[in-house]
């Protein structure tokens, strides 16, 4: 079992930028594929990022394409989301997951395969 806790949210003005860090504890971080998610008012949770577990292979929902950049660090226990060029519906709540029990190039997308969740952090772009 792993526990997740999400942070570096905050207000930020359209075109600027965040790094968000979520970090790992528990069972050995490299054993999870990890993916970011986020969830809007009143829409439901998009998938946003994801890395594999050896961090070699990561795959992006084509809205944040080319400005957000997931990445990992094993030996920190921690996965990253630096999102530059930010616009303002790129306002929620995000919450990194961990998905167990995939080889190490594998990326995960569907939230229903994802085993554990943060509580998430709240990002707010303002136009």
């Known amino acids: 079992q792993v526990q997740l806790v999400e942070s570096g949210g905050g207000l930020v003005q359209a075109g600027g930028s965040l790094r968000l860090s979520c970090a790992a504890s528990?069972?050995?971080?490299?054993?999870?594929?990890m993916g970011w998610f986020r969830q809007a008012p009143g829409k439901e949770r998009e998938f946003v990022a994801a890395?594999?577990?050896?961090?070699?292979?990561?795959y992006y929902a084509d809205s944040v394409k080319g400005r957000f950049t997931i990445s990992r660090d094993n030996a920190k226990n921690t996965v990253y989301l630096q999102m530059n060029s930010l616009k303002p519906e790129d306002t929620g709540v995000y919450f990194c997951a961990a998905a167990e029990g995939r080889d190490a190039f594998t990326v995960v997308e569907d939230g229903r395969d994802y085993d554990y969740w943060g509580q998430g952090t709240q990002v707010t772009v303002s136009s």
């Open positions: 528990g069972r050995t971080f490299s054993s999870y594929a």
């Open positions: 890395v594999s577990r050896s961090g070699g292979r990561t």
